[in-house]
């Protein structure tokens, strides 16, 4: 199985339903992959996108939970772990969905959340999930 690290919040974004994660290289991986949260955290940034989310997702249709302190918390505290799963259908260069900003995107279908995260540490680009690891999936 491939992983895929993502920063935080669009990590979480996938999981409650973003359709389509933006990349500037094209990608012939298909199939279910698990979802790693990158461990870089910079709150400045991640407000700021935190609102852009916000905005895709209301622009999209799509009803995220709310995020409370508690939320953000524990959003950092999963970086550096797989946090879920999701499948990769597509790799587009045109895609209807407001969080649709990059070269390519990658459509997403199907996330689950991972009621624990799993440690991991994560690299660029896809990776291997170890053995082990995938055999919690």
Known sequence: MKALSVRAPWWWAIL???????RDWY???RGRIALHAS?????EELRED???VL???EGDGI???LVDKDATAAMKSAGGCIVGT???VDCVTLHPSKFFVGKYGFVLRNPVILPT???LKGQLGFFDVPKEIEEQL
Do not use: F, R, Y
């Not at 409650?16 to 933006?22: D, I, L, W």
């Open 27 to 29: 990608t012939s991986q």
């Open 16 to 22: 409650h339903g973003k359709p389509v994660e933006n």
């Open 39 to 43: 461990k870089w955290w910079k709150w």
């Open 86 to 88: 999701v499948e990769i």
């Open 63 to 65: 009803t995220l939970p």
């Open 55 to 57: 905005h895709m997702a």
């Open 50 to 52: 935190w609102l852009d």
């Open 117 to 119: 995260p799993i440690p």
